[in-house]
């Protein structure tokens, strides 16, 4: 019997250390996920209550990991991506859906990879498509950055016309976003590439991991894009990346950038402690792997003279969710409680929250929604109300007020 107790001991230690990725560590961190989300039903009840709305019935989609409206001939057009590799265009007046390019055969289809990401460069002739997605090489995983030429959005785009722009080895982590700015660059969330950054990739400034990129596409140069000159290190003479534009992050999986003050916020995904929100400054270090949230690592070396960028808000994992997906700045006017406020969600908990703030700090942070699905990406149609993807629920959902809200 004393010998049986030792064994259980020795297994739950195991267990509660996350150092060794098992099967019985993955099915404990199931279990405690379910608990935290049980518990969070009875003891967290929404401030401010939404209700999150099937935008299409009659679609149902193949785990949708991202969306995008983009205006096509000043038509409105919502296009969504599977994780597993198809990208549709989604005709809103008919509702129905048109697979225009189609990865299923390219991209990595195991759990945590896939498809993650995409973004236009819309013109009046040749538009490009940019895919951020994963990929098996000989068995490793490597993260894609990559372009196809679209001139004809009706026609399926041929993957022989796919342009390398990033070839990455990413074992864990991907990232990641792909999103432009208004100053017309493109930018670029990529994680630290393993599962617990053991040789500190985030902070390597000559590696391309745990960082945010800045690149000009429309000026292709050697690399088959430019730097612009403003990047934090142009013309370094140290080794350093000069695509980097921010530093010091995990796994920066969604970020957005607010058109109103154009400041970019990232949802990091924490570890074992922390979320957290960041609003990312050019050169900034965001802390990784230095800090989680706020909180030090390292409690003996420290980090409060490091020069580090501190989140705008972080929380603990447990009863407020385990898996941060950035969100948008709420502009529309069906909710006027909402406006201005930071939406987010929390991938695991199924839940969506509310950030106020003021001069980039924390006001109030509140709970809108609960039970909504498991949030991936979000996005804003033309009148600037928001959508999201509800991956497991194979669906996507639109933000709407419920009636006792109207009158607010």
Known sequence: ??????????????????????????EFIKIKW???????????????????????????????????????????????????????????????????????NIVNQDLLK???????????????LFVIYSKKVKKINHLIVSSFPVSDFNKNIQLSSET???????????????????????????????????????????KLYGKILRIDI?????????????????????????????????????????????????????????????????????????MEGDSC??????CQNQNLQRPIYSYKHGIEGFSITGGQIYMGNKIPHLKGKYIYGDYVRGVIWALEFENQKSIQNELIGQNIGNVTAFDSDASNELYYCDMIGGKIKKIVPKKENINE
């Open 1 to 26: 019997m004393k010998k049986i107790l030792i064994l259980t001991g020795i297994i739950v230690i195991g267990l509660a250390s996350y150092r060794k990725k098992s099967y019985l560590e993955n």
């Open 34 to 104: 379910t608990i935290f989300k049980a518990l969070s039903q009875y003891l967290q009840k929404p401030d401010f209550e939404i209700i999150a709305k099937d935008a299409f019935p009659n679609l149902k989609f193949n785990d949708p990991i991202s969306l995008k409206f983009i205006k096509i001939k000043d038509k409105e057009t919502l296009f969504v991506l599977e994780r597993r590799g198809e990208l549709k265009k989604i005709d809103l007046i008919h509702k129905k859906a048109f697979t225009i390019l189609s990865l299923n």
């Open 297 to 302: 690592l390292n409690s003996q070396s420290g």
């Open 164 to 206: 390398i722009i990033f070839d990455i080895v990413s074992k864990h982590h991907q990232g990641g976003t792909v999103e432009f700015g208004k100053d017309g660059f493109l930018y670029i969330s990529i994680g630290d590439g393993e599962d617990t950054d053991p040789k500190n990739n985030a902070q390597d400034l000559s």
């Open 114 to 128: 896939g498809a993650i990401d995409f973004t236009f460069l819309y013109t009046k002739n040749t538009s490009l």
């Open 218 to 290: 429309q000026n292709k140069g050697n690399l088959g894009y430019s730097i612009p000159s403003d990047n934090p290190y142009f013309g370094n003479k140290k080794g350093y990346r000069e695509e980097i534009y921010a530093f010091g992050f995990r796994n920066p999986f969604r970020f957005s950038i607010d058109e109103m003050n154009n400041m970019l916020w990232v949802g990091d995904v924490g570890q074992e402690n922390f979320e957290e929100i960041n609003i990312v400054r050019k050169g900034g270090n965001y802390g990784w792997k230095i």
